[in-house]
């Protein structure tokens, strides 16, 4: 973060890249190794099974204190925002608070999460920075510093600083407003239109009024329609919205388009006036099902489709590359145009995470073992069967085998999104399927 120049950013993109989906030569190499066997049998009618309370409580409170104190919160420490920065374990607290078996500890884990937002605040705001990215990227910038802040300052009861946190976020969204916003692709969650959404939808819930303004909301609908039709255009694809970051035509949610149809599709009042956008959307989440491959999995970008690389990438299996990405907005489509074939597709992906989603990247939400078990517990809110809680509580019993203690260490291990501080937020919700929510990715 507070880069300010375009290869910088590229560099970041790339590093981020190879993070997530490891580099190209080992990808080719480890297909077949990139996930533990799941020796766990399915759930059936006669399964039994126990969440054992009592051991992942201490654990998570003792895990999100000691990841806390491993990345403090100083100018180096908030950089990679909420994505691997120390904003992400003040979200950890703040996703803890919200639970009922934390209820007794609640006013101390609000307390040290205002902390450590007052301090981000107070640094992000002193650092402008030259790069737009920097101010109004979500999961890699100020806005979700400042989107963060104003939830945690919030629940604190500290109104005046939410409501000038939700200022900051409002004005860090006029960087990505205008059509010329990052020309190497401004549309996607990290640091596009699609994470500013993203952003604003989570504001919105969290305060249970509309405090990011419906037209703030509406112009990057817009924006990131016009993109979308434009780059189809140009390159002349047969689906009509695509997108491309740093010349890559990503699918997954990292940067890809099933993340930013799901935040479209998330945009109530947009799609009720804009019925075209909405008839635009469902042609491309239409095509994006027809390349679901025979394993459940989705390719990881367009120069993958219909060539022997899909087959191999079929092994990448993560949130920000694949199917455990694509899953939330298979799910939003269905709920949005109750058709089955989503709920069908959202099935076969849940179907594969359980037979390849215990990965050896770690722990984490993005690419690890935590990220693929949320998609049960998504299931298990919306259809109550057991058999999705039972494979989300198999997935939080791995992390405690001596399978797990021979996966790789995150480059972030203490953050949100590579590391324990969501992988707490999993056991949390684990605990508590009823409240459920991959951090920030809720779909309804
Ligand atoms: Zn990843």
Same mark, same amino acid.
């Given at each position: 973060?507070?880069?300010?120049?375009?290869?910088?950013?590229?560099?970041?993109?790339?590093?981020?890249?190879?993070?997530? /989906?490891?580099?190209?030569?080992?990808?080719?190499?480890?297909?077949?190794?990139?996930?533990?066997?799941?020796?766990? %049998?399915?759930?059936?009618?006669?399964?039994?099974?126990?969440?054992?309370?009592?051991?992942?409580?201490?654990?998570?409170?003792?895990?999100?204190?000691?990841?806390?104190?491993?990345?403090?919160?100083?100018?180096?420490?908030?950089?990679?925002?909420?994505?691997?920065?120390?904003?992400?374990?003040?979200?950890?607290?703040?996703?803890?608070?919200?639970?009922?078996?934390?209820?007794?500890?609640?006013?101390?884990?609000?307390?040290?999460?205002?902390?450590?937002?007052?301090?981000?605040?107070?640094?992000?705001?002193?650092?402008?920075?030259?790069?737009?990215?920097?101010?109004?990227?979500?999961?890699?910038?100020?806005?979700?510093?400042?989107?963060?802040?104003?939830?945690? *300052?919030?629940?604190?009861?500290?109104? $005046?600083?939410?409501?000038?946190?939700?200022?900051?976020?409002?004005?860090?969204?006029?960087?990505?407003?205008?059509?010329?916003?990052?020309? *190497?692709?401004?549309?996607?969650?990290?640091?596009?239109?699609?994470?500013?959404?993203?952003?604003?939808?989570?504001?919105?819930?969290?305060?249970?009024?509309?405090?990011?303004?419906?037209?703030?909301?509406?112009?990057?609908?817009?924006?990131?329609?016009?993109?979308?039709?434009?780059?189809?255009?140009?390159?002349?694809?047969?689906?009509?919205?695509?997108?491309?970051?740093?010349?890559?035509?990503?699918?997954?949610?990292?940067?890809?388009?099933?993340?930013?149809?799901?935040?479209?599709?998330?945009?109530?009042?947009?799609?009720?006036?804009?019925?075209?956008?909405?008839?635009?959307?469902?042609?491309?989440?239409?095509?994006?099902?027809?390349?679901?491959?025979?394993?459940?999995?989705?390719?990881?970008?367009?120069?993958?489709?219909?060539?022997?690389?899909?087959?191999?990438? %079929?092994?990448?299996?993560?949130?920000?590359?694949?199917?455990?990405?694509?899953?939330?907005?298979?799910?939003?489509?269905?709920?949005?145009?109750?058709?089955? &074939?989503?709920?069908? /597709?959202?099935?076969?992906?849940?179907?594969? $995470?359980?037979?390849?989603?215990?990965?050896?990247?770690?722990?984490?939400?993005?690419?690890?073992? /935590?990220?693929?078990?949320?998609?049960?517990?998504?299931?298990?809110?919306?259809?109550?069967?057991?058999?999705?809680?039972?494979?989300?509580?198999? *997935?939080? &019993?791995?992390?405690?085998?001596?399978? *797990?203690?021979?996966?790789?260490?995150?480059?972030?291990?203490?953050?949100?999104?590579?590391?324990?501080?969501?992988?707490?937020?999993?056991?949390? %919700?684990?605990?508590?399927?009823?409240?459920?929510?991959?951090?920030?990715?809720?779909?309804?």
């Amino acid at each position: 973060m507070f880069r300010n120049n375009d290869r910088n950013n590229r560099e970041v993109a790339d590093a981020l890249f190879v993070r997530c /989906a490891g580099h190209k030569k080992e990808d080719d190499m480890s297909s077949r190794t990139r996930h533990f066997l799941n020796k766990a %049998d399915d759930y059936t009618p006669t399964t039994s099974y126990a969440v054992d309370y009592f051991t992942l409580n201490k654990d998570i409170l003792d895990n999100v204190y000691h990841s806390l104190e491993k990345q403090k919160c100083t100018q180096t420490g908030i950089e990679g925002g909420l994505y691997v920065g120390t904003c992400g374990n003040a979200y950890t607290l703040y996703h803890l608070s919200k639970k009922k078996r934390f209820a007794k500890e609640r006013d101390e884990l609000l307390r040290v999460a205002t902390d450590v937002m007052r301090t981000a605040v107070d640094i992000a705001r002193r650092n402008k920075s030259r790069d737009p990215s920097d101010e109004c990227g979500f999961l890699l910038g100020k806005a979700g510093i400042y989107a963060l802040a104003a939830a945690v *300052f919030h629940a604190n009861g500290e109104e $005046m600083m939410a409501q000038d946190c939700i200022k900051d976020f409002i004005c860090a969204g006029s960087h990505c407003a205008p059509s010329s916003y990052a020309r *190497f692709g401004g549309d996607e969650l990290f640091v596009g239109r699609a994470g500013y959404i993203c952003g604003s939808l989570w504001l919105n819930r969290e305060f249970k009024s509309q405090v990011v303004p419906e037209d703030v909301i509406h112009t990057m609908c817009d924006k990131i329609l016009q993109s979308g039709r434009n780059y189809s255009r140009s390159k002349n694809f047969y689906c009509p919205l695509v997108y491309s970051y740093y010349k890559t035509e990503y699918i997954g949610a990292a940067h890809g388009l099933s993340s930013i149809l799901q935040m479209l599709l998330c945009c109530d009042s947009y799609l009720e006036k804009n019925k075209l956008a909405e008839v635009e959307i469902k042609k491309t989440v239409d095509y994006l099902l027809t390349l679901q491959t025979a394993g459940g999995n989705f390719p990881c970008d367009f120069g993958e489709i219909g060539t022997e690389a899909t087959v191999v990438r %079929d092994e990448l299996v993560h949130w920000c590359h694949g199917a455990p990405g694509v899953f939330y907005l298979l799910l939003k489509a269905f709920y949005r145009w109750h058709e089955s &074939k989503y709920l069908v /597709a959202a099935t076969r992906a849940a179907d594969l $995470m359980w037979e390849k989603g215990l990965l050896k990247k770690g722990p984490g939400i993005c690419h690890g073992v /935590a990220g693929n078990g949320y998609p049960f517990l998504l299931m298990f809110k919306m259809n109550k069967d057991p058999k999705y809680h039972y494979r989300a509580n198999e *997935f939080a &019993k791995f992390l405690y085998t001596e399978d *797990f203690k021979k996966s790789r260490v995150p480059d972030a291990p203490h953050s949100l999104y590579e590391g324990y501080a969501g992988t707490m937020c999993f056991l949390a %919700d684990v605990m508590e399927p009823e409240t459920a929510a991959f951090p920030f990715f809720e779909i309804n």
